[in-house]
């Protein structure tokens, strides 16, 4: 049975920092990759990892994705925190064997969500 697991979530300040983890088991992945989806807008892509790290516009210079393959983990480690970074993020795996997507549509198994809330 595969399973996505996230963790880390929580409240934070403009400016400060968090760090999600999403531990996959059963199998294996192609790629990983982080989406998130704010009330009221349609759940967009953030960061996806396979060999190097993948970045939307908006978190590029503040995100960092990471993997560790041992532990069948990515990470998202996330600096300089905006309000409008709030949202339910989610950990994505591709089974394919491909490039990196960025369509939300391109990933076959997801984690449950983990909120993120960053006060002004």
């Known amino acids: 049975q595969v399973q996505l697991v996230e963790s880390g979530g929580g409240l934070v300040q403009a400016g400060g920092s968090l760090r999600l983890s999403c531990a996959a088991s059963?199998?294996?992945?192609?790629?990983m990759g982080w989406f998130r989806q704010a009330p009221g807008k349609e759940r967009e892509f953030v960061a996806a990892f396979k060999w190097s790290g993948y970045y939307a516009d908006s978190v590029k210079g503040r995100f960092t994705i990471s993997r560790d393959n041992a532990k069948n983990t990515v990470y998202l480690q996330m600096n300089s925190l905006k309000p409008e970074d709030t949202a339910v993020y989610y950990c994505?795996?591709?089974?394919?064997?491909?490039?990196?997507?960025?369509?939300?549509?391109?990933?076959?198994?997801w984690g449950q969500g983990t909120q993120v809330t960053v006060s002004s």
């Open positions: 059963g199998r294996t992945f192609n790629a």
């Open positions: 994505a795996a591709d089974s394919r064997l491909r490039g990196v997507r960025i369509t939300a549509s391109a990933y076959d198994y």
